[in-house]
């Protein structure tokens, strides 16, 4: 039986899945956030926020994309378990990192901006 075929499967649906329930979730609450930090461009901040939308998405897929190219050869069905669950927590520990990154930079530079 082929391990890789069902763990591809499986980590691509668990994976798309985080990804877009993320990704409304930050757009969602991002466009508060943002438009909190310019409240008297609320253009600029849906754009700021629409992008940030797009990069979220690339850089997710590029990463995801990487993460299936340098799997291992599968061979038991614990193997296959323990795979998935550590390419899962490290993409959602990136998420996590990556967030904060826009949170302090997006906060940093348009004070600097506004001042």
């Known amino acids: 039986m082929n391990y890789n075929l ?3 499967s499986i980590f691509i649906t668990m994976i798309v899945f985080t990804i877009v329930i993320v990704g409304k979730i930050c757009y969602r609450n991002g466009n508060i956030f943002v438009a909190a930090l310019i409240p008297a461009h609320l253009d600029l ?17 590029g990463y995801c994309t990487m ?21 899962l927590a490290v993409i959602i520990c990136i998420l996590s990192v990556l ?3 826009n949170i302090f930079l997006l906060t940093h530079i348009i004070h600097k901006l506004i001042k």
């Open 99 to 101: 967030h904060y990154v």
């Open 45 to 61: 901040c849906q754009q700021i926020n629409k992008t940030l939308l797009v990069c979220y998405y690339l850089v997710n897929i």
């Open 67 to 87: 993460t299936l190219v340098s799997w291992d050869t599968i061979t038991s069905p614990l193997h296959l378990i323990e795979i998935l669950a550590i390419k």
């Open 6 to 8: 069902i763990g591809y």
